[in-house]
């Protein structure tokens, strides 16, 4: 368990860690030359049962919040620090405000320099106490009168805790925090004969030594952060093979980095976790006790470790009230990491005032339709614990299936539990490059409805065409859905037979694309000028001039034996027989399966002609959706779907 201090300044907090734990957490030589504690400093001790509790000591000045926050998002209990000559002071409120908002409701307090006071003055304390924490998460939280330096009280606080640490430790055990690898950074340094350290609190998963891990975002520019090894780590001030969710550790680092590469703010996660963020969606709560939050609002963000100065722009209302709740998008000046779940501290402009705390929810957000009634209720769903729930309504939602890598991370899943989450839903699964898509049932059945209903309006508005190309056929069922799927969904009802195909067309089964007895004459008479050639056939106009046809006439025509499937208009008034085009595919395809591509130049070689020649027929198929390009090349589409030019 990390327990936490909070507290005005001066109230003892550092005085007290010392006197549970033999250490001093002021760790910098101006904080002990001064008597004040100015950053994060750290204490560890031995527990009975062999497990170690662990103190992040913060400190208490005003202009220092943003030192005790990036501390606070780490702790697991909350110990007040409260003078009692004072009392509760303005930094004592500002604190627990914080941790309320931050969601912390396991604490105690600590009523410290009993020994100054008499009885009378430690009962009014208490009572100031108990008023101030009602309304606030640690409401009924213990008060421990004690004395650090005297040593009075300090083992009934000592006891207290070891005892809320074997019950922690049991949650852990029974409620673990599986999931990715993720430590946020409030600490780097470089020790002799070891290199750069980073410490943090581990948020999810699990590392050991020989890891590799990335430390993102960078400000080097490099969008994937750096990549580091684990050599060697201690873990809640022990050395260990292994740290885990809930264990403050310190990682010895090795790679291609240096020490003002890493800074506080960075996280240390796992390579699949790495995916640096400037907006995501939350929800938000302002205390009772501060103004209220307009849109647009400018603030710091306190997310993890990083200070970050940022945006609120709202999606429910043009103000969220005093101790109301709300959906927010937070738009940020500059990169962070973060997943579902994460809790936030928004501070003013000034970094003076809190503005509000909040949840992450969304990580990756829509660009457009922010404040639609669908979008809150996923945003609504989200807030609940079970990423089952919003899968459901997101594969609904989404036509053209949800990004399972995006909800994996945005949910920091490992693979195995996502894998298992996805049988557990039904989902239809279609890999598409790196992208993992998935469909509902329901929402697989549909879009397969929607491509057959296409399908009959097209041959309805057009009977004289074979059909409709693959690409544009997909891009009139949905045009934001992936081509890899909508491959699967084509192979799916070719094989059921609801659909068919004839060379590069796609068509319903019934459907048969005819041309009158004159075009089928006229035509007669031009294809031996066509075939003379067939991979450089003669264009429109010189098919006009030598067979003496009005150009017009020959144009015509051609456009009606390319609706129906038997000329391709490969280039502007560039038309090629659909044997042809049957085999320069085929050539392709063995130009693929001999260089992994086809280029302008060994199509050329192969074919015969100009190259500007091999350049259009290239293009062609990178239109129709055979081939992609990619540089200078063009790559075969990996589809068994792809080679039906092969087979018609």
Request: with cysteine.
């Amino acid at each position: 368990m990390i327990v936490g201090t909070a507290g005005h300044i001066d109230h003892g907090k550092t005085t007290l860690v010392k006197a549970l734990t033999g250490v001093d957490a002021d760790r910098l030589p101006q904080e002990k030359a001064r008597g004040i504690t100015l950053d994060l400093g750290y204490a560890y001790v031995p527990q009975a049962d062999g497990s170690v509790l662990g103190f992040i000591d913060v400190p208490g000045h005003e202009k220092l919040v943003h030192n005790m926050l990036a501390g606070a998002t780490g702790i697991d209990f909350v110990l007040l620090v409260v003078a009692a000559a004072d009392g509760p002071m303005p930094q004592t409120r500002e604190h627990l405000e914080l941790l309320d908002l931050l969601g912390l409701d396991r604490g105690a307090v600590a009523l410290t320099k009993c020994d100054a006071v008499d009885a009378a003055r430690i009962a009014a304390a208490r009572e100031e106490i108990d008023a101030l924490l009602a309304a606030t998460r640690l409401q009924g939280s213990p008060v421990f009168a004690l004395s650090a330096t005297t040593g009075a009280g300090v083992a009934e606080l000592r006891a207290h805790l070891d005892a809320a640490a074997a019950a922690h430790q049991k949650r852990d055990a029974d409620v673990s925090r599986p999931g990715r690898f993720r430590l946020a950074i409030d600490r780097c340094f470089t020790l002799a004969g070891i290199g750069t350290v980073v410490t943090g609190t581990a948020g999810a998963g699990r590392v050991g030594a020989g890891d590799t891990v990335v430390i993102a975002p960078t400000e080097r520019g490099n969008h994937g952060g750096i990549r580091a090894r684990i050599k060697s780590l201690h873990v809640q001030g022990r050395p260990a093979q292994h740290g885990q969710a809930g264990e403050r550790c310190a990682l010895a680092l090795a790679g291609g980095f240096e020490k003002k590469d890493i800074e506080r703010g960075m996280w240390v996660v796992e390579a699949a976790a790495a995916r640096p963020l400037k907006r995501f969606q939350a929800e938000l709560r302002v205390p009772a006790t501060q103004p209220a939050l307009r849109h647009w609002t400018p603030v710091h963000l306190h997310l993890g470790a990083a200070d970050i100065t940022a945006r609120v722009a709202l999606l429910e209302g043009a103000q969220i009230a005093p101790g109301a709740m709300a959906l927010a998008e937070i738009l940020l000046d500059r990169e962070t990491l973060a997943v579902r779940g994460d809790r936030f501290v928004l501070r003013d402009a000034a970094a003076r005032r809190n503005v509000a705390g909040g949840r992450v929810l969304d990580c990756f957000p829509p660009a457009r339709h922010k404040r639609s009634p669908a979008r809150l209720a996923l945003l609504a769903a989200l807030r609940n614990d079970d990423p089952a729930l919003s899968l459901r309504l997101q594969a609904g939602q989404s036509a053209a299936g949800v990004d399972l890598g995006r909800f994996a991370t945005n949910w920091n899943l490992a693979d195995d539990a996502a894998a298992a989450l996805w049988r557990a839903a039904g989902l239809r699964l279609v890999r598409s490059g790196e992208d993992l898509i998935g469909f509902s049932a329901a929402g697989w059945q549909a879009l397969g409805e929607r491509l057959l209903a296409v399908l009959a309006t097209e041959h309805q508005r057009a009977p004289d065409m074979v059909g409709v190309e693959r690409e544009r056929l997909r891009r009139l069922t949905l045009p934001t859905l992936a081509r890899a799927a909508f491959d699967a969904l084509a192979a799916e009802l070719l094989a059921a037979g609801r659909l068919a195909a004839t060379r590069a067309w796609l068509h319903l089964p019934a459907h048969r694309a005819s041309l009158n007895a004159g075009d089928r004459e006229l035509f007669a008479a031009l294809q031996p000028l066509l075939a003379a050639q067939p991979f450089g056939p003669p264009r429109v106009r010189d098919v006009a001039r030598d067979s003496c046809i009005a150009e017009d006439v020959v144009r015509q025509l051609f456009r009606r034996l390319a609706r129906a499937g038997e000329l391709y208009p490969v280039a502007h008034d560039h038309y090629f027989t659909a044997e042809a085009v049957a085999n320069l595919a085929a050539i392709v395809a063995e130009l693929n399966a001999e260089n992994a591509a086809a280029r302008a130049a060994d199509l050329r070689d192969r074919i015969g002609g100009g190259r500007k020649v091999a350049i259009h027929i290239l293009e062609f198929f990178d239109r129709i959706g055979y081939t992609h390009r990619v540089r200078d090349e063009h790559v075969l589409r990996s589809t068994g779907a792809t080679h039906a030019w092969l087979n018609n």
